[in-house]
């Protein structure tokens, strides 16, 4: 077939295929009543399928041109200086933790024993980095309706070890940013934005409007399958300090000093001139390591994936928040029995999910709900740990020495019994959402 044929020649008779091959065989049927609602799923087409295609043919394997060209469309996107890819969300938080625990951070850099405040209502991954390292997590509560951190704990949560503050924006809700910087200017603390659920909210402050991830020192992205945007598995770190920037890409490639990227040698000039540590003088900069790093980079696969999809991500947040009204609207004769999600001020949300509270005054139980709506082929999700505090792998902590709980955690405890959400992803139909509604009214009879 491909014999009488350039190599980009017999690309695009591949690429045509596969879109072909989409078009057959995945392109999304109309939904029918009782068809299977999942809580999220991937929204693609033949573009994303053919750039994969592309990035196969490449056979780079690891990161390369794609991943560079994501990266500069993705900060500028998000009106950053630096945005680098990883392969995880997860890995994103823990590059973000890891590089504040730098020597080169001087007095701000946090050491073991020192404190981060944060919640117990979320997912692990975000606290998960400062347990490993031996730094302490400080719990604070939640407030209900926005499901994000109860700001006039922080005062009581802070010490003479506070050093940072690493909290999520609750499935797309953004937390009071403002009250959140401005503490954290006040205590010369760092802040940590886990916006892996909230991709593409904004939120203003003082007649300024940014998105989310871009308020603190280091923002945070997943592309796992079932987030805002995917690349089947991966996640992006983002900064405009310099410094940070630095110390991201050591951290995330081996903890090497050399920044020179992947195929490329002698980047920085001065290869075998340096002298690092007790090395001996020259030794060779692309084996000099000044941190106790990880390979935690993309492939160019997914990256290839990530750039068809950014394309699309201003018409994914749209549709998420025409659902969100959509689904809002519809449930507003439960409202005396379910508490409907409210997002906070000065914000506009790119929703990741509809989180719904059972009213103790109702006489209803979250599970029993739940199974019912289940029951009818659509998918629920619980508030992730609910109180990570809880868990089995908190079984060996001690409270007071590894971690600390600032008050008490009430309304964190209300939502791992009463809370559970739905989905609203930009693949929802107003169909899918009206049968949805329908429902989750009816459970409640």
């Known amino acids: 077939m ?49 750039a994969l295609t592309d990035a196969t043919l490449d056979f780079w394997l690891t990161s390369g041109r794609f991943a560079e060209e994501f990266e500069t469309e993705f900060a500028k996107w998000l009106g950053v200086k630096y945005a680098r890819l990883v392969n995880s969300g997860s890995s994103a938080n823990l590059i973000a ?39 302490v997590p400080v719990f604070v509560d939640v ?64 007649g300024v409007t940014k998105f989310t991830g871009t308020w603190g020192d280091i923002g ?75 390979n935690l980079k993309v492939t160019d696969m997914q990256a290839a994936i990530g750039c068809e999809q950014l394309k699309k991500f201003p018409s994914f947040i749209e549709r998420r928040r025409n659902n969100f009204e959509r689904l809002l609207k519809a449930l507003k004769p439960v409202e005396g029995s379910l508490i409907l999600p409210c997002p906070a001020e000065n914000s506009k949300p790119s929703w990741f999910g509809f989180l719904i509270s059972v009213r103790p005054e109702s006489g209803l139980k979250r599970n029993d709900i739940t199974s019912y709506i289940e029951g009818k082929n659509i998918q629920t999700r619980l508030l992730f740990s609910g109180n990570l505090t809880k868990h089995p792998c908190f079984k060996d902590l001690k409270q007071g020495k590894d971690y600390r709980i600032a008050g008490n955690l009430t309304n964190t405890d209300y939502i791992m019994n009463n809370s559970f959400w739905v989905g609203i992803y930009p693949g929802m139909t107003d169909e899918m959402i009206d049968y949805m509604a329908k429902v989750i009214i009816q459970s409640t009879k």
């Open 2 to 50: 491909f014999e009488n044929m350039t190599e980009q020649e017999a690309r695009e008779k591949i690429k045509a295929m596969v879109a072909e091959y989409y078009r057959v065989y995945k392109q999304k049927k109309p939904f029918k009543e009782g068809d299977r609602i999942t809580y999220a799923a991937r929204v693609y087409d033949e573009k994303e399928m053919c």
């Open 97 to 135: 933790f890891s590089v504040l625990t730098a020597p080169e951070l001087g007095d701000r850099a946090i050491k073991r024993g020192d404190e981060v405040i944060t919640v117990a209502c979320g997912f692990p991954t975000t606290v998960t980095p400062v347990i490993q390292y031996g730094a």
């Open 143 to 206: 407030t209900v309706p926005q499901y994000n951190i109860d700001v006039t704990m922080l005062e009581k949560a802070l010490s003479s070890k506070t050093k940072a503050v690493m909290i999520a924006h609750t499935l797309g809700n953004p937390f009071n940013i403002k009250a959140v910087k401005e503490f954290c200017t006040r205590h010369n603390l760092w802040l940590v934005e886990d916006n892996c659920d909230a991709l593409g909210s904004e939120y203003m402050i003082d």
């Open 220 to 294: 945070t992205s997943s592309f796992y399958p079932p987030h805002h945007m995917t690349m089947g598995e991966g996640g992006c770190v983002y900064t405009d300090n310099p410094l940070l920037n630095r110390l991201i890409l050591s951290f995330r490639d081996w903890g090497r000093d050399c920044v020179c990227p992947s195929g490329h040698d002698n980047f920085c000039g001065r290869r075998f001139s340096g002298k690092f540590g007790d090395l001996p003088e020259g030794y060779d900069h692309k084996y000099v390591y000044s941190h106790f790093g990880y």
